[in-house]
Every structure is written in C-alpha cells, then in structure tokens.
C-alpha cells in the first residue's frame, strides 16, 4: 500500500509499506493492506512504519489526521 507521511512544509516520507501503526486519541492502532476506509485524530507519539522488505522505521509526531482510502493511507501532521 502506499504510504505518505507530509507537514505543511516537507513530505516526511513517501513510499510502499505493509503496515503502519499511529498513535491514536485512543491508543495504538495498525493499517494493513486492504484496510476499511477510515479517518482519524493522532496525538503525540512515533508512526512506524514496516515497508515491504520489512525494514522498520519510527517518525516523531506531534499531533495530526490519518486518512485511510483504496490502500493509500495519508498522514497529515502539524
């Protein structure tokens, strides 16, 4: 799926990955390919990210909105 991370100043990451884990209001959820449509709030916390040759990697966020479509997920962050 593809998975985009962006600030209103950078792109923090573009690229292929299988599954993304975000902090949410609530506490830790995971988006997997095939994944239902979804919106919702992040607070504070690190997005990690499996791409597909299971190289993981954390970003720092700050707060921001997750937008699940059609195995596109877009992270939008302050």
Do not use: C, R, W
């Not at 299988?18 to 919702?40: E, R, S, T, W, Y």
């Not at 990697?57 to 939008?76: R, W």
């Amino acid at each position: 799926m593809k998975i985009e991370i962006i600030t209103p100043d950078k792109t923090i990451f573009a690229g292929e990955g299988k599954l993304v884990q975000l902090p949410g209001l609530d506490g830790l959820f995971a988006i997997l390919q095939n994944h239902a449509p979804l919106i919702a709030s992040l607070k504070a916390g690190k997005v990690k990210i499996i791409d597909n040759s299971d190289v993981v990697a954390y970003y720092d966020i700050t707060s921001g909105v997750v937008e699940v479509k059609e195995n596109h997920v877009l992270v939008l962050v302050g």
